[in-house]
């Protein structure tokens, strides 16, 4: 009986697969490996991958991406707030829940999060089967360390939707950890590892201390609005400043020419991981004149130099947090397509005074093939009936829920921190700045004096200081209106 990993990505998702006692990365039915996580609706018809992402010319309003920013999650949660005025497609308040509505020949359709991301499961699910030849139920689906309860069950649900029997829902950093094999090399001591992982919309840093099979997650970070697609868009805006070089016409308000100029920007972007210099050439741009560039690498490193370098202070950050030093990291593994760019190696490497990265598997498939792994072990473990070794130890209910409530706590205090440090402290007085970095301190002191606190109680302290940051920023915007509130409403 097979049994399936899933990495369910924000912009790409891969299932993998145990064949003939190897893993296997499933190809989809265009021959990919990777799925674009899209879903379009158009008339009675619904696509998913990459026939939907390519439908964003003509049919932008029905298609729905980055659905994984949206699950789990309640309609008034400030991040998702800002997130809301990103996308092309409606999203409605029922209830206080997330809900998308599309139109499907003027007939309004209403979707919850969760019966999207099952359509892009269901995908892979029949990706998988064709590949195998059989029917598959049981999957394990992977979801970033940070995720909370709500999200996870969401996740799981989307799963049950699509038909699976979801043996396990699994940290992403775990399952890239498992794929190479780093609970084996590093038996008998403690090793301490940090996943780097740069996708395609977000940017995501664990420190993880393992010990045999035990996967200690100690610390969390990143940036949740940092990744490919803003490599991409930086080069669209280059692009338009070429254009306009070129024949004085400005594109910036042309959608069809945009989405198609992205599109061949991140081809481009690709290729200049592997080469020096690309070409950007699309036919008939706008008003039946071509748009025709090269790029050098050199180029496209200098316009994301400061994204580049975000990176860095994140894996920083996420190192203090974990109160932790860089010459204590046994091993440096990098996921995340983004993590092809050489610049980016280079620049992790140079921080960690020269270390050797770990990127021996594919980085955008290394989560799907740990979960493949793992379903596969637990199959294995139910089959034979022998204690469940890696589950009873890593995943202790309780205490993983704890964990869970604490680090979303914690990544709820350093996304404030780092939303006001952003505002800068021009716009603040300094009793405000004192204010709000004071009080994260305190929570983040709490927290830290509280390791064993219950989930009830964690949750009241986040709502008490969601309630309070909310406050700070009604007060600031009454004197300055110009306060962005991409992130708190
Ligand atoms: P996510 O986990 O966010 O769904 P992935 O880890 O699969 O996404 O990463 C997708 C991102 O990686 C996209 O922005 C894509 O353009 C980028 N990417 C893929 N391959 C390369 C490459 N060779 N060079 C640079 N970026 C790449
Ligand atoms: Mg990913």
Known sequence: MSVIGIDLGTTLSCVAVLKNERIEIVPNNEGDRLTPSYVSFSGDEVLTGKAAKYDMDFNHRNIIYQIKRLIGKKYNDPILQGDLKLWGFEVIN???CP??????NHDLKLFHPEQISSTILLELKH??????????TDAVITVPAYFNSAQRKSTKEAGKIAGLN???ILNEPTAAAIAYKLHHTHKHKACNVLIFDLGGGTFDVSVITIRGEVFDIKATGGDAHLGGEDFDNRMVQYC?????RQTEVDLSKNKRALSRLKMK????KKKLSVSVIAKINVDSIHSGIDFKATISR???EDINNDYFAKTLHGVQNTLNQAKMTKDKIDEIVLIGGSTRIPKIQEMLKRFFNGKQLNNSINPDEAVAYGAAVYATDLIKQKFSERKHLMESKIFDERLEQQREARQTFEYYISDIKQYFTCVGTHKLSSYETQ??????DNESNWIEEHKMSNIGELEKRQLHLEEFVRHVIYIIRKKDKTLSTRWFN
């Open 298 to 300: 050199a180029k496209f």
């Open 240 to 244: 338009i400043q070429e254009f306009y």
């Open 94 to 96: 029922k209830n206080n």
């Open 265 to 268: 920007c991140e081809d481009a």
């Open 166 to 168: 979801v043996l396990q």
């Open 435 to 440: 204010l709000i970095f004071g009080r994260c």
């Open 99 to 104: 809900i998308i509505q599309v139109d499907c």
């Open 127 to 136: 990706d998988a089967e064709t590949y195998m030849g059989s029917t598959i």
